[in-house]
């Protein structure tokens, strides 16, 4: 069983920045891919960024590409969401979950992701 526990999420004005991190329980945290998803208000939750195993590869959706960073420290069984440049638009619960699929790379289909954290709110103001 794995758990997940995010931190970081707040209220900031559009234009600044939060960074997002995601603590996760286990042993073979580097074998599988994270990703970061959001539900914003009445809405569906959508994709937003994943990360390899390894931390070498990375993807996002393209509203956030260029302005949102995915990272993991492995030794600290970490993952982060830095994000700059917020839009009011980017206000949602946020999310991160682990790949089911070990040494795999991840996509982007919620499905695909078999442990999720709480979720942690971050509200742009304009």
């Known amino acids: 069983q794995v758990q997940l526990v995010e931190s970081g999420g707040g209220l900031v004005q559009a234009g600044g920045s939060l960074r997002l991190s995601c603590a996760a329980s286990?042993?073979?945290?580097?074998?599988?891919?994270m990703g970061w998803f959001r539900q914003p208000p009445g809405k569906e939750r959508e994709f937003v960024a994943a990360?390899?195993?390894?931390?070498?590869?990375?993807y996002y959706a393209d509203s956030v590409k260029g302005r949102f960073t995915i990272s993991r420290d492995n030794a600290k069984n970490t993952v982060h969401l830095q994000m700059n440049s917020l839009k009011p638009e980017d206000t949602a619960v946020y999310y991160c979950a682990t790949y089911r699929y070990p040494l795999e790379l991840p996509s982007s289909e919620s499905g695909s992701y078999n442990y999720w954290g709480q979720g942690t709110q971050v509200t742009v103001s304009s």
């Open positions: 990360i390899s195993g390894s931390g070498s590869s990375t």
């Open positions: 286990g042993r073979t945290f580097s074998l599988n891919a």
